[in-house]
């Protein structure tokens, strides 16, 4: 089914703040990339159904999103960078009872 079709077959938006339509997953499969590059540029969300029961949820991803991710791990790890090469220089001893 083309995305023209599909567009037309669509259910209308909810009433939730951002557009939401679904589609069958069978019809998701066949527009799948064309749906993802819709979605960047509309930010309308895309509800994918197996036999009418949602299953996943196509949003599109902010830049907080993105943001979010760099740096999440600022913090966790603490020390000097002389305690953590030392760390790392030391000798190990592997334990044969493994």
Same mark, same amino acid.
Request: net charge positive; hydrophobic share 40%; proline share 4%.
């Given at each position: 089914?083309?995305?023209?079709?599909?567009?037309?077959?669509?259910?209308?938006?909810?009433?939730?703040?951002?557009?939401?339509?679904?589609? /069958?997953?069978?019809?998701?499969?066949?527009?799948?990339?064309?749906?993802?590059?819709?979605?960047?540029?509309?930010?309308?969300?895309?509800?994918?159904?197996?036999?009418?029961?949602?299953?996943?949820?196509?949003? /599109?991803?902010?830049?907080?999103?993105?943001?979010?991710?760099?740096?999440?791990?600022?913090?966790?790890?603490?020390?000097?960078?002389?305690?953590?090469?030392?760390?790392?220089?030391?000798?190990?001893?592997?334990?044969?009872?493994?």
């Amino acid at each position: 089914m083309s995305e023209q079709a599909w567009r037309a077959k669509a259910k209308k938006p909810s009433t939730a703040r951002r557009k939401r339509r679904q589609i /069958p997953a069978g019809e998701f499969k066949a527009v799948c990339l064309q749906l993802m590059d819709r979605v960047k540029e509309t930010g309308e969300e895309i509800v994918i159904t197996k036999r009418n029961r949602p299953v996943a949820k196509l949003v /599109p991803i902010t830049d907080a999103d993105v943001q979010a991710f760099i740096g999440r791990s600022r913090g966790v790890i603490t020390g000097t960078r002389e305690a953590l090469l030392a760390a790392v220089d030391a000798d190990w001893e592997v334990d044969a009872d493994l």
